[in-house]
């Protein structure tokens, strides 16, 4: 069952911040966060698990509410390079091997 | 150290036709899955592999086979082409056991059905 990721498109200047949420009707047991640039294969930003800690990956962090069933992406002081599609992933269990990937969040920043 | 290479990048084959998308990975990653990406609908997953000899369907298996003999190697196969496969196939893999990684993507083949 995919997730919901909202919103679908994100318009920034840089320096700007913002958030991109992901929410699953089931409990999980994990959530991935990738981006993806146009052309080109999604690349991994980071994993939360279940129990686990908020991640940070330079001024991209994501939080991970189990009891919502919600992770957050937060990019903070965006920068050009933030440009890309952000998808969050989610597994419902440690034996599912099924990572479900939500519908995408368009990030665009501008100068 | 290629990671996740896969072949063809690009494909044009006509309905009816069948052919197997290759994927191989030299990370000793021993999960590995198939993945297609259409316009609006994110990343689906076709098949997936836990290691050799296992493999299990996804979200659309439908017209899809895949074999797993080796731990490097996780072809998917199209038995009969139709233009609904028309889309972009991204093979993953990862280390599974113990705690969770993220997944390394190949570069994708893009694919069109006429």
């Known amino acids: 069952q995919q997730p919901v990721q909202s919103p679908q498109a994100v318009i920034l200047r840089e320096g700007e911040d913002a958030v991109i949420n992901c929410s699953s009707s089931k409990a999980l047991y994990s959530v991935h966060w990738y981006r993806q640039k146009h052309g080109e294969a999604p690349v991994f930003l980071m994993i939360?698990?279940?129990?686990?800690e908020q991640k940070g990956h330079d001024k991209i962090s994501a939080s991970f509410n189990e009891k919502k069933q919600q992770s957050s992406l937060y990019l903070t002081a965006s920068q050009l390079s933030y440009s890309g599609t952000y998808f969050c992933g989610t597994e419902i269990s440690y034996n599912d091997y099924k990572l479900s990937f939500g519908a995408g969040t368009t990030v665009t920043v501008r100068a | 150290n290629a990671g996740v290479t896969q072949t063809p990048k690009f494909q044009v084959l006509k309905t009816g036709q069948s052919m197997t998308l290759q994927c191989a990975q030299d990370?000793?990653?021993?999960?590995m899955s198939w993945y297609r990406q259409d316009p609006g609908m994110g990343l689906r997953l076709i098949h997936y592999?836990?290691?050799?000899?296992?493999?299990d369907q996804g979200e659309v298996p439908n017209g899809y086979n895949v074999s797993r003999s080796t731990t490097e190697d996780f072809p998917l196969r199209l038995l009969s082409a139709a233009p609904s496969q028309t889309s972009v196939y991204f093979c993953?893999?990862?280390?599974?056991?113990?705690?969770?990684?993220?997944?390394?993507f190949g570069s994708g083949t893009r694919l069109t059905v006429v």
């Open positions: 592999s836990v290691g050799a000899g296992i493999t």
């Open positions: 939360l698990l279940k129990g686990g």
């Open positions: 990370m000793n990653h021993e999960y």
């Open positions: 993953a893999s990862s280390f599974y056991r113990g705690t969770r990684e993220g997944y390394t």
